[in-house]
């Protein structure tokens, strides 16, 4: 996969109570060419393969936090990557005491491919070629982070026809130019990359909240996201049952996404006493426009078009 191209494909949309609507907290990212899972509420076994992931490129499994909505599915996924096939490293990062879950889950073994297990301080937590992952804590009953996946900066177009009319042949003299060094004609001539190469491309920007109250560290590093998922776990009619259970409103979701400057918001983690979410994206929409609805098996596509423009495609995945 090319850079500035990234699929979100949410999973589950639900929270904690089980919903005949809504499937468990679970969102699967693909980003040049890797898959990250972000949360995994039970059921996620189910759906990863419907939403086209390749066993051998999950990079990561990122929890947010231990409550169980978030983390029961986990044993389960970690079994089935091995009966179909997985065979390199995983890992599987969270808060602290997610290393003793899982090592008791999976006590009997069946695990066999490698699995590195690590805790999550806030920072980087991982760092590829095309992107990192930070970690933000957030605030919420237990120790929660959110996570901000960040792709590198792209190179710039390359101008084919400038580079015919300067007299460039095909040949590493151009990769050269792409990888930003200046190279010398046999004539003499010195061509810099600025001479047939556009502006770099600013990469993607993707931030999941994870369960969280409003939270002003949440706000900066969510700041010109491309995209925000954000907890909207209860109508602003229920604000007090939010702050008391360490969720946010949907108009809290969506300040936070004005606060931010991001380009998308989509709520996430709906009460199962929401059947009409019509109410959540009014409220929403009222503070920052630019808010949409995730729905379970809704595939997002984000394309990077120009120097910082994005482009949006959704699509709904049957089953």
Not at 146 to 152: D, H, L, P
Not at 160 to 176: F, Q
Request: with cysteine.
């Amino acid at each position: 996969m090319t850079g500035g191209l990234a699929d979100v494909t949410f999973l589950g949309t639900g929270s904690a109570v089980p919903s005949a609507r809504r499937w468990l907290p679970s969102i699967l990212v693909r980003l040049r060419g890797e898959y990250l899972l972000l949360d995994c509420g039970e059921g996620a076994q189910y759906r990863v393969l419907r939403a086209g992931l390749r066993v051998n490129k999950l990079a990561a499994v990122l929890v947010t936090h231990l409550h169980g909505d978030h983390v029961y599915g986990l044993p389960g996924l970690l079994e089935s990557l091995g009966m179909w096939g997985r065979s390199r490293c995983l890992e599987v990062w969270g808060p602290r005491g997610l290393k003793e879950y899982l090592e008791a889950a999976l006590a009997r073994g069946e695990v066999e491919y490698p699995l590195k297990i690590g805790e999550v301080e806030p920072g980087v937590v991982l760092s590829r070629e095309g992107y990192e992952v930070v970690a933000v804590p957030v605030e919420h009953k237990v120790e929660a982070y959110a996570y901000v996946i960040v792709e590198r900066d792209l190179p710039g177009k390359f101008n084919e026809r400038k580079a015919e009319e300067l007299g460039i042949p095909p040949s590493p003299l151009r990769r050269m130019l792409i990888q930003g060094l200046p190279i010398k004609l046999p004539d003499g001539r010195i061509v810099t990359p600025q001479d047939v190469v556009g502006p770099p491309r600013k990469g993607l920007k993707i931030v999941y909240s994870g369960d969280t109250m409003p939270c002003e560290a949440l706000v900066e590093a969510a700041s010109r996201a491309d995209l925000l998922i954000h907890d909207a776990t209860f109508a602003s009619e229920h604000e007090e049952e939010a702050e008391a259970s360490g969720h946010s409103t949907a108009a809290e979701a969506a300040e936070c996404a004005a606060k931010a400057r991001v380009k998308l918001l989509f709520l996430f983690h709906y009460s199962n006493r929401y059947s009409d979410l019509s109410g959540l994206l009014v409220e929403a929409r009222k503070i920052f426009r630019r808010s949409y609805l995730s729905e379970d098996l809704l595939r997002i596509t984000l394309r990077r078009w120009g120097t910082d423009s994005l482009m949006v495609s959704l699509s709904k995945l049957g089953g």
